[in-house]
């Protein structure tokens, strides 16, 4: 999550994102329910208690929110840390992204981590892939092959892309919590699956 740091210490900061459903956050807490990056979270909520709860969870979600709904993370990222909302619930990177952009003096929010396993906390992928309609396969698969190569990753360990690299003994340059000290929800890539899930709920909760 991000919040504002002169609205909020990190003492105030909620350990779930179950928490930010509670009546406390109403107008203080902000989304962008339409950004794809959501999803994951979405369903580590509905793998976890059920379609049922993560509907009235969004449901909950969308009324704290009151207003402070966003189009993408980076227009959340930017209404938190210019103080017009406190907390909102982003991946990791766009953060440090905004940090780059405004600089240290115009940084006036943080980010920090939900409790260990939780529901909110997700590890994510940014996946590739080829298409099997493609006339341009070998070329397509050499470009994967590259992405995924040593060299590939280091060029996105040493990006302003501010992701982790996947491929081994490649370590991110940027200062960044290391990725082994990450301690995400147990829900794995696959079970995170397509995004259907969280997308036919996102539909009723009127979020998209």
Do not use: C
Request: net charge negative; charged share 15%; proline share 4%.
């Amino acid at each position: 999550m991000v919040y504002n740091t002169n609205l909020l210490t990190r003492r105030d900061l909620p350990a779930s994102a179950m928490e930010l459903a509670d009546p406390n956050w109403s107008g203080r807490v902000g989304i962008a329910g339409s950004e794809t990056d959501f999803q994951p979270i979405v369903t580590s909520v509905a793998r976890t208690y059920g379609d049922h709860a993560a509907l009235n969870w969004l449901n909950a979600l969308k009324a704290n929110a009151s207003g402070h709904t966003y189009p993408s993370n980076e227009s959340l990222i930017a209404a938190v840390n210019n103080g017009q909302v406190a907390v909102g619930i982003i991946n990791q990177y766009y953060w440090y992204r905004e940090r780059a952009q405004v600089g240290t003096s115009g940084t006036h929010s943080a980010i920090a981590y939900f409790a260990p396993h939780d529901v909110g906390y997700v590890l994510n992928v940014s996946g590739a892939g080829v298409l099997r309609s493609s006339t341009h396969q070998k070329a397509a698969q050499r470009f994967l092959a590259f992405l995924t190569s040593a060299q590939g990753q280091e060029i996105i360990a040493h990006s302003n892309s501010f992701e982790y690299p996947i491929a081994s003994g490649v370590t991110t340059a940027q200062h960044e919590t290391p990725f082994a000290a990450l301690q995400p929800n147990d829900i794995t890539i696959a079970e995170l699956g397509t995004g259907a899930e969280a997308i036919k709920l996102l539909q009723e909760a009127q979020l998209l």
